[in-house]
């Protein structure tokens, strides 16, 4: 494939590159600086740049999608818009799926950024085999009536509205069918939602409980019993690596910063043999995803729709963020296991957080182990685990 742009596409490029500096600049910015920023790319239709303009998307192409991702991630400029499970996935989904007045109500307000949704798939007992779950849904005239447990919901304690994923039957011939897609205000009565605190301190994720809880059926997203599908088509919106690869090749770019700051038996960490194969196989692995990234790019402009080697990327980027913060505090040495508040702790203590943050990225969408078997049998062909 050609990836030489058009002259129209440069014009884009030279664009973006123009908004950019005129609007973020360098150094340090600060909350009204961001603000300015996102009403701006809002304004620009910027925020929802691929989504169809009669939804008030962009109506961009997927190679000025490319373009304008590349030098927003360059630029370290923040998210095109800040409702990101809304804009990764709810909002596609139901653009896709959604009743005219469904898209009236919801797509506006994902793309001003109103508030914030969380996906309510996981369950204890369903999580890298999400077909599997049995959080209970009846339906009663109009109404559907939900009871079950979620776990490892990202930030529903902030959220407003969550994807939810039920059964409402249980007789069926494959675990696919029977289960349903609703969007439910978190704030209905029945909902309860507790914080699960992890390894540096925070807490992004949570259980979510549902005691009769009454959601109308105007609020469901699909047909019922068909919300296997509406799962699988807003996930797949989820697979793009452009801006995971420009992320990496940043927080690589610090780990090196880092490297050259901190000693290693008498000379700086840049300069021992074994920290600097690590940063070359970091770099050859963050360059494998670019790689890949551009035959998925290929795939997206010849038509084609993206399938299981999506993976591939995924499970590059989880293993690199886990080898990322182990090679950032074993290059520190002794002051590794430290925490912030120290002065003897580079960064305020950036490293270690980071180290033990892994598992938001790592687990969502899908533990390594589970994609190694999504490549292993729907790529490479193998007989099934």
């Known amino acids: 494939m050609d990836f030489n742009l058009s002259p129209d596409e ?38 929802g740049f691929s989504w169809p303009k009669e939804y008030g998307g962009g109506g961009g192409s997927i190679m000025e999608q490319v373009i304008l991702k590349e030098e927003m991630a360059k630029a370290k400029a923040p998210p095109l818009g800040t409702c990101f499970m809304g804009l990764a996935w709810v909002g596609p989904a139901i653009i896709e799926y959604g009743t005219p007045e469904q898209k009236k109500k919801f797509i506006p307000d994902i793309l001003d950024g109103a508030y914030q949704w969380c996906t309510g798939y996981s369950e204890p007992a369903s999580g890298s085999d999400l077909a599997s779950l049995s959080c209970r849904c009846e339906r009663e005239g109009d109404t559907y009536v939900v009871n079950g447990q979620k776990i490892w919901t990202s930030i529903a304690m902030w959220s407003n509205w969550i994807i939810l994923l039920v059964r409402t039957q249980t007789e069926v011939k494959s675990k696919h069918d029977g289960i349903t897609c ?10 309860t939602v507790r914080p699960i605190k992890n390894m540096a301190g925070g807490a992004i994720f949570a259980e979510v409980f549902f005691d009769d809880v009454r959601v109308p059926v105007e609020n469901r997203l699909g047909e019922e019993g068909q919300g296997w599908g509406v799962t699988v088509s807003a996930l797949a919106h989820e697979r793009s690596s452009i801006a995971e690869v420009h992320g990496l090749s940043r927080i690589l770019d610090d780990v090196k910063d880092l490297a050259r700051r901190c000693r290693k038996n008498g000379r700086p960490a840049a300069e021992n043999a074994g920290i600097r194969r ?34 591939i990327n995924k499970l590059h980027r989880a293993e ?4 990322l913060g182990e090679l950032a505090l074993e290059i520190q040495g002794s002051r590794g296991p430290l925490w912030q508040g120290s002065d003897v702790v580079p960064d305020d203590g950036r490293w270690q957080r980071y180290a033990l943050s892994w598992p938001e990225v790592v687990i969502g969408g899908g533990t390594p182990n589970i994609q190694k078997n999504i490549i292993a049998e729907r790529v490479l062909g193998l007989p099934k685990d």
Request: charged share 35%; net charge positive.
């Open 10 to 47: 440069e014009a884009f490029r030279q664009e973006v590159r123009t908004f950019l500096a005129e609007n973020l600049g360098e150094g340090e910015r600060d909350m009204a600086t961001i603000a300015g920023f996102q009403k701006k790319v809002r304004e620009k239709r910027w925020v």
């Open 320 to 323: 690199l963020e886990v080898e």
């Open 182 to 191: 609703l969007l439910v205000p978190m704030d209905t009565k029945g909902i």
């Open 278 to 311: 690590r940063i070359a196989r970091a770099e050859m692995r963050i360059e494998a995803m670019r790689l890949n990234g551009l035959r998925f790019l290929t795939k997206q402009l010849r038509g084609e729709k993206l399938g299981s080697e999506t993976s």
